[in-house]
């Protein structure tokens, strides 16, 4: 009897819990529309790049490429690794994280999980962008940053928060703080991603680097993406498992890459991608285990 009468206060408190949710964030008519313009608009303008990336990336796999013989040291080390699989597989990853995030948002506005999300995918590309700069090809900057990059992050930023996710924090305190513990044990990615955005920054001529068409900035795009991506799903109520699952995957197929064709560019060493492979594993097991709770 009283296993029996705690059940049922238990699940009482689950249904105030959820109630009070969906009082949290439900949005008015305007505010709804108000997202999902942005967010069409983000998907536009975050998918122009990647897309760019992918069919550049796609298009030389394998091929033969004329380069100018003389660049800076970061041209030669594009121009000694010719190899696009990794690239590939990272603009596609990028893709996949911000565009989900963004779908979601678009067909239900009121879920917090895609807005961190996008949050978070939007964040990653103007930080790339500030580190990269804005490049002259001659071995200078034109000015503290390419407004391309900056136009490509801002609408899904301002459509994260117009949904106001921070909105359901007093129901939806860290949930599942194991996420948090992955997104810590992720930091070190963000080194990558800094060599990354500066390969970008410090290559010229263009024709003397293969990638020097947005591909590194791609990746720095993508590792800046891991962490708060990844802590969004303990943060969030409804919509967190995309955003584990999606970087999740991306760890797994850029460590599969790096082994697949350990002479690409931006190759993951040996000893980091089994790292990447492991987390990207223990990320899909907890969301699995999560799942099952929840």
Not at 82 to 104: D, F, K, M, R, Y
Not at 169 to 182: D, F, I, M, S, T
């Amino acid at each position: 009897m009283i296993m029996g009468e705690e059940g049922r206060r238990s699940r009482n408190v689950d249904q105030q819990s959820r109630r009070e949710e969906m009082e949290l964030v439900a949005l008015g008519r305007g505010s709804r529309m108000t997202v999902r313009v942005l967010s069409v608009l983000g998907l536009i303008t975050f998918s122009f790049l990647l897309v760019f990336v992918v069919s550049d990336a796609a298009g030389r796999v394998g091929t033969e490429q004329m380069l100018e013989p003389a660049g800076s040291p970061e041209a030669r080390i594009g121009a000694e690794r010719p190899g696009e699989s990794v690239h590939l597989t990272g603009a596609l990853a990028a893709l996949l994280i911000g565009v989900t995030g963004l779908v979601g948002l678009t067909v239900r506005p009121e879920r917090d999980g895609s807005a961190y999300q996008t949050a978070g995918a939007a964040v990653a590309i103007l930080i790339a962008a500030f580190i990269v700069g804005d490049p002259n090809n001659v071995g200078g900057q034109a000015g503290p940053v390419d407004v391309v990059f900056v136009i490509m992050g801002l609408p899904p930023l301002a459509a994260a928060a117009s949904a106001r996710p921070w909105r359901t924090w007093r129901v939806n305190r860290p949930k599942r703080p194991r996420y948090l513990a992955l997104a810590a044990l992720s930091l070190p990615v963000l080194w990558y991603g800094i060599d990354q955005a500066l390969m970008q920054r410090n290559t010229w001529p263009p024709l003397a680097d293969p990638h020097h068409q947005a591909h590194w900035i791609a990746m720095a795009i993508l590792a800046f993406m891991v962490p708060p991506v990844v802590a969004s799903a303990a943060l969030s109520g409804r919509g967190w498992r995309l955003a584990a699952i999606t970087v999740g995957v991306a760890a797994i197929a850029v460590a599969a890459a790096s082994f697949l064709a350990p002479q690409a560019a931006s190759v993951l060493h040996p000893g980091w991608a089994v790292v990447a492979l492991l987390w990207g594993l223990a990320v899909l097991a907890l969301t699995w285990y999560e799942a099952r709770r929840s």
